[in-house]
């Protein structure tokens, strides 16, 4: 079993910046994919990036590409998600994931555990 607890939301104007912490706890996730997903109010849950097991591969959706980045401490056990430029539509709860695969991915399904997610507001 793993579980991921988030941190590092919070309320930011937009154009600020945010970095997102997930820290694994119950087992290593050091050969797990891991992901950030977010589900705005009223829309569905949407993929944000991935990171494969050792951190050298990374991917995105396009509206956030050149703005995020996700990365990996394994030694930590923690996954991060910097966010800069945050804009208004970026308002969601995010979702630490962590899949039991090696390569990323941005299906929902490929992810076996999930974190409870943390909000993060941007005002106009």
């Known amino acids: 079993q793993v579980q991921l607890v988030e941190s590092g939301g919070g309320l930011v104007q937009a154009g600020g910046s945010l970095r997102l912490s997930c820290a694994a706890s119950g087992r290593t996730t050091s050969s797990y994919a891991m992901g950030w997903l977010r589900q705005a109010p009223r829309k569905e849950r949407e993929f944000v990036a991935a990171i494969n097991w050792s951190g050298t591969s990374t991917f995105y959706t396009d509206s956030v590409k050149g703005r995020f980045a996700i990365s990996r401490d394994n030694a930590k056990n923690t996954v991060y998600l910097q966010m800069n430029s945050l804009k208004p539509e970026d308002t969601a709860v995010y979702y630490c994931?962590?899949?039991?695969?090696?390569?990323?991915?941005?299906?929902?399904?490929?992810?076996?555990?999930w974190g409870q997610g943390t909000q993060v507001t941007v005002s106009s």
């Open positions: 994931a962590a899949a039991g695969r090696l390569t990323a991915s941005s299906r929902d399904f490929d992810y076996d555990y």
